[in-house]
Every structure is written in structure tokens, then in C-alpha cells.
């Protein structure tokens, strides 16, 4: 038995459960683990002490270990949909999608009123080549409906105001105001906004604060932190801000609050940036997009809320870090092209990894390196579909996703970028194409399946982006078996990428504000006999 549980040997097992829980709160997770352990071993047939386990090793990043305790624990206890939902969760993280939807779909039935459950539904719906763009539309228009049913929508009559002579307050609600993708793309508009047509309330729902947290708090008219309010105070608290405007910069994602939203707190709601999907709040009344990640029309049927599209692509991406010039192509050293993937596994769907197979067995020696690998067991069940196909083990690269390097550096050593799908990349795309690596992506008909084609396009590199799976492994074999031009490509990302739309961002605030402008205005016009405006 471990030392550290000699002296209680005569606990029970709810009694070292509750031990472990106050070691792991003052000395750390891993303390805990010996309490957990002892308490299965005492009394196997209780789901506790496996799912304590399931919560400890998900916290020191052993999911694949997490996984075999949560399953123990639903076996022990199905209907537990807190159970069912961490193993859910879990199973995303590892990249084992109809897992996790299955588990999801479970704790979602036994308590619908579960919002943690039903987002990470929708967001594994997203990562599914599975599942349609109408069926995920369907699943998310139910879900508002059942969510809109249990928040009371309430009338918001703002005080009278002359459109003309006034800032717009505007307010925006994320749980990212720090080093995180989300707010890449949005302090491009923080810091470019026009001060004397807007005042912008920053609402942030998080308690982890950093250095971009103290950008975003200089950058605000008024910063509120409100990650410890209820919904009922928060939307108090927009209320008594007199705000205008209300954006969403969540979406079904970590730290949203749309049960705020769906109590319509303010006049006018827009969703944006968060969640490349409908939010299904009737109470939310835009969203705001691109024409090439949301064709009209089919993408307006497929959403609750009226699309409002910028004239170019629905980003504006501000590096961090220090990204190095595109040096000599790697591929000129190593004496082979190094493809690399730099999203989480959770996107790696059978699609795209048949693409791959056949990208490195038509590529001869090339290697591909996986990057954010957070489950060994699912990384090697990847390695041995290639090695099935006959490509050897040692050509693929996995990196553990705690190793990942700072940022720009991970993308040392690789010749081509091989995006994901049907969930593509944002943030990894731009940083890999801001570093000199072309990205090759497959586009589908949704806008998660979009995002490469936007991104490309606002570069010229929109012929790097494919309709179907044959043309994606084409355009890699190309390039791959092109020396010559990947190395011009490579030479003139950077450039090409600054003199981009993307990073445009007095442009890109421009036509981000005129879009809440027309909104308002909208609103002003009527249309809804609960809106007045002054």
C-alpha cells in the first residue's frame, strides 16, 4: 500500500474519495491518485472512485487512461449523464468521434437541460464527415428551440437616441480575452475600431488572465469581468451598460453564455468568430460571415440567425510571437518533402486520413508529422493504417500535443501543410502560411468546412484548395513532386500574406463595423413590432 495511506487504512471508500478531493485541491491532481485508487480497490463496484480516476487522469493529460476509468464508471452507473458526458468529452479529445457522439447523445437525453453535454455534441457533430450540413442544422434549430424554451426572451426598448449623433454601445461576451485563437483574430478589431462612432463594453467570461488579457482591458471603453455572475446578473449588467449591440464571440464553445442571449439582453445580438455555425437562438439575430465559407442561399437556410457577409474573408489574423522568415525549403536538406498536421486529432476523420495514405504511398519517402497528438493509442492505431498500406512506421512523425512549440516554431522543418477536414483550420492555417508553409485544403459545402478556401482565396492560393478528395491528393503530389515552385511559393508567403486582406486591420474594422452599423439599422427600421428605436 502507499506510504501516504498508512494512516488510513480504516477509511471507507466515500471517505478517501473525499480525502483525495481536499489533497487535490491544496497539493495537486497527482496527489490525489493513491485515495482514488484505494477506494476502487475497497469497493470496485462503485462508480465513484473510477470516475474520480476519469477526472484525475484527464487533468494530467492521460486521456487514454481517463477513458478506461470512465467507462468502468458508466458501466457501473449508465444513467449518470455527468458520467456519460466526461467520457464523451474525453473521446473527443482523442479523436474517437462517433465515440464521443455516441456518449454525448446519452448525456444529453438523460438531462436535456445539460448545456455542457448538448455544445460538445455540436461540436463533434462538426468534426464527423458522418454527419450532413442539414442534419447538424436540424440538430442545432432543435437544440435552440428546447434551450430559448427555459430562458424567457424579455423586450428591450432602449431609451430614446438619435442613430446620427451618438456612439454605438456595443458589447462583446467571450471567455477568450487571452492567449487564445479567438483572440487572434479579434484584437485586429479591438485595437482598429472607430472610438468616436463606438463604445465597446468587453464582458469576459474567464478567470485566467494574461498579457493579451491586459491588451483587450487597455483596448475597452469599459472592461467587466463576469465569469462569476449568473445569467440573470449579467444580462442585468448589460442592461444597466445600456448596450446596443450585443456579440456573441462564443458560440457553442468554452465559456459561452448563451443562456444571456437567449434572454435577448440586449436590443440587437450578433454571433461571430467563436463558432463556425448557427447558434439557433431565435433571440439572436445575426451572424456575421463571409460569402465564401456561407454560399447564399443554402447557408442562410441552414442558420436561425440573417447572415450579414463581409465584402472578403471573415477574418483578420494578428500573429503572436516572433514567426521566422520562410528560410531554405527542408525538403532540399532532408532529401524528402516533410507533410505536416497541425490541428488536434479530434479532426483527423477517415476521409482525410485515406488522403493521406495515399498522398505519402504516390510521394516517394515523404514523411508527415503529426502535431497536438493528446492520445498515444489513437496515434498509434493512425501510424498502422499506413504501415497496413505499406507505408513504414518511421515516416510519421507524432509529437505530443504538451511538446508543442512556441509559437511559429512547429512548423520548422515541414515542406506542405495538410489541413483537416470536414472541420478545417483557422489559426493553424494562417500561422502555417505566415511562416512560408502552403497549406492544402479539402472544402465541403458548410462553413467548418470552408474556412481553408476563404483563407487561400484572400490569398490568391485559392487553387491549393479542392472540392473533392481526388483533387486534394493531386494538388500535394503536385506540389511535392514541384521542388521549384513550393520553393517560390514558400519564398513569397510572407509578403504575400502582409499585403493580404487578413491582415488589413483598419480595412477589416471598417467593414466589421459597418456590418453592426447596418444591423442597428435594421433595427431602426423596424420589422419587429418589439423594437423601437429613438
Known amino acids: 500500500m502507499n506510504d501516504v495511506l498508512q494512516d488510513d487504512v ?14 487535490r485541491q491544496q497539493v495537486g491532481t497527482a496527489a ?14 462503485f462508480h465513484l472512485p473510477f470516475q474520480m480516476l476519469g477526472n484525475a487522469m484527464s487533468e494530467l493529460g492521460d486521456l ?29 479529445w482523442r479523436g474517437y468521434i462517433s465515440a464521443a457522439i455516441e456518449e454525448l447523445s446519452v448525456a444529453r437525453r438523460l438531462k436535456p437541460s445539460y448545456l455542457q453535454a448538448q455544445t460538445t455534441y455540436l461540436m463533434a457533430l462538426h468534426n464527423s464527415d458522418q454527419v450532413t450540413p442539414e442534419e447538424i442544422a436540424e440538430t442545432i434549430r432543435e437544440w435552440g428551440s428546447f434551450f430559448s424554451m427555459q430562458h424567457s426572451e424579455e423586450v428591450q426598448t432602449p431609451p430614446g437616441r438619435d442613430l446620427g449623433r451618438r456612439r454605438l454601445h456595443v458589447g462583446f461576451v467571450s471567455g477568450d480575452f487571452r492567449t487564445h485563437s479567438v483572440a487572434q483574430f479579434f484584437e485586429p478589431i479591438a485595437c482598429a475600431r472607430d472610438r468616436s462612432a463606438f463604445e465597446y463594453v468587453f464582458y469576459s467570461n474567464s478567470r485566467h488572465q494574461d498579457a493579451v488579457t491586459e491588451r483587450f482591458r487597455a483596448c475597452a ?11 440573470d446578473a449579467l444580462t442585468q449588467q448589460v442592461q444597466a451598460d445600456r448596450i446596443d449591440i450585443l456579440v456573441d464571440l ?56 440573417r447572415l450579414l457577409r463581409l ?3 471573415q477574418w483578420c489574423f494578428r500573429p503572436y510571437g516572433a514567426p521566422t522568415e520562410a528560410g531554405a525549403l527542408p525538403a532540399r536538406a532532408a532529401g524528402y518533402v516533410t507533410f505536416g498536421s497541425f490541428n488536434n486529432l479530434t479532426k483527423v476523420s477517415d476521409t482525410v486520413l485515406r488522403c493521406w ?49 512556441p509559437h511559429g516554431q512547429q512548423f520548422a522543418g515541414v515542406d506542405i501543410a495538410l489541413d483537416h477536414y470536414p472541420y478545417n483550420g483557422v ?14 485544403s479539402l472544402y465541403g459545402r458548410n462553413c467548418v468546412s470552408r474556412s481553408g478556401l476563404s483563407i487561400l482565396s484572400s490569398l490568391g492560393l485559392a487553387t491549393l484548395a479542392a472540392s473533392t478528395p481526388e483533387q486534394y491528393v493531386s494538388i500535394a503530389l503536385e506540389l511535392a513532386n514541384n521542388l521549384p515552385r513550393l520553393e517560390q511559393i514558400r519564398a513569397q508567403l510572407r509578403e504575400r500574406f502582409e499585403r493580404s486582406p487578413l491582415r488589413d486591420e483598419k480595412r477589416f474594422a471598417t467593414e466589421f463595423e459597418n456590418l453592426l452599423k447596418t444591423a442597428w439599422q435594421l433595427y431602426c427600421d423596424g420589422g419587429d413590432s418589439r423594437k423601437v428605436c429613438g
Open 311 to 313: 465584402p472578403g474573408a
Open 427 to 440: 489559426t493553424t492555417t494562417c500561422e502555417s502560411l505566415y511562416v512560408g508553409v502552403p497549406v492544402v
Open 64 to 92: 487514454d487512461t481517463a477513458v478506461l476509468h470512465y467507462q468502468r464508471a458508466r458501466d457501473l452507473q449508465p444513467n449518470d449523464h455527468v458520467i456519460r458526458y466526461n467520457l464523451g468529452l474525453n473521446q473527443f
Open 250 to 305: 462564443s458560440g457553442h464553445t468554452d465559456g459561452n453564455r448563451l443562456a444571456v442571449f437567449a434572454r435577448r439582453a440586449a436590443p440587437v445580438q450578433v454571433t461571430y468568430l467563436g463558432f463556425p455555425n448557427s447558434t439557433g437562438l431565435a433571440a439572436v439575430d445575426y451572424r456575421i460571415t463571409d460569402g465564401t465559407t456561407d454560399p447564399a442561399p443554402v447557408s442562410d437556410s441552414w442558420h436561425r440567425e
Open 221 to 231: 471603453d469599459i472592461w467587466r469581468e463576469v465569469w462569476q455572475l449568473t445569467d
Open 32 to 45: 490525489a491518485l493513491s485515495y482514488f485508487e484505494r477506494a476502487a480497490q475497497l469497493e470496485p463496484n
Open 357 to 405: 495514405v495515399q498522398i505519402l504511398g504516390q510521394s516517394r519517402n515523404s514523411h508527415l508529422r503529426l502535431t497536438r497528438v493528446r492520445s498515444p493509442r489513437r496515434a498509434a492505431e493512425i501510424v498502422d493504417v499506413f504501415e497496413r498500406a505499406g507505408i513504414a512506421a518511421q515516416r510519421i512523425e507524432c509529437m505530443p500535443y504538451r511538446s508543442e512549440a
Open 10 to 23: 480504516r477509511l471507507t471508500a466515500r471517505e478517501l474519495i473525499s480525502e483525495g478531493l481536499r489533497r
